[in-house]
């Protein structure tokens, strides 16, 4: 074979295994196209589990597996009452109390949804040690730093697009 051939042969090769490598760093690190990664809610007890350890997740399910169906039928409700938004918003004509009546109505199941999820969570809570509960709140305590992190470089970006807008 010539040396042309060679080199051919070689980009090939160089182009499949970076493309297979790329494969597998995706999948390392979790990245899954357009959808975010599933992050569990704050106060949930799939949140408290994930940051205690693998030593609660059998409670865990135990708590999840008694609620299970108010939770399913909680999750299922959120449907037509996204469903209604959005026929709200399309409407013509746009009629804004319609809107305003959709949109409280997914806010009120938005709170009952919010109470289930914290009262397993207090569930969940009771039956763990000192240690654990610390745990849970030394990652609050980062969520609350890391938040505060944000606020402030937003902060400091509206500024610095208001002061552009100023000049």
Do not use: C
Not at 34 to 61: K, M, N
């Amino acid at each position: 074979m010539t040396s042309k051939r060679w080199a051919v042969i070689f980009f090939i090769s160089l182009a499949v295994n970076i493309f297979l490598i790329a494969v597998i760093a995706a999948g390392l690190w979790g990245w899954r196209g357009d959808r975010p990664q599933f992050r569990p809610g704050l106060y949930t007890v799939p949140w408290a589990s994930r940051v205690i350890g693998e030593d609660t997740r059998p409670r865990a399910r135990d708590v999840f597996r008694a609620h299970r169906d108010d939770y399913l039928a909680m999750r299922r409700s959120f449907r037509p009452l996204h469903e209604a938004v959005r026929e709200a918003l399309t409407a013509d004509p746009f009629d804004p109390a319609a809107l305003d009546t959709a949109l409280a109505r997914l806010r009120a199941q938005g709170e009952l949804a919010q109470q289930q999820t914290h009262g397993m969570m207090g569930e969940f809570a009771a039956g763990l040690s000192a240690e654990q509960r610390q745990k849970l709140g030394i990652a609050i305590d980062r969520m609350i730093e890391r938040r505060a992190r944000r606020g402030e470089r937003l902060n400091k970006r509206w500024e610095k697009m208001e002061s552009k807008e100023g000049r």
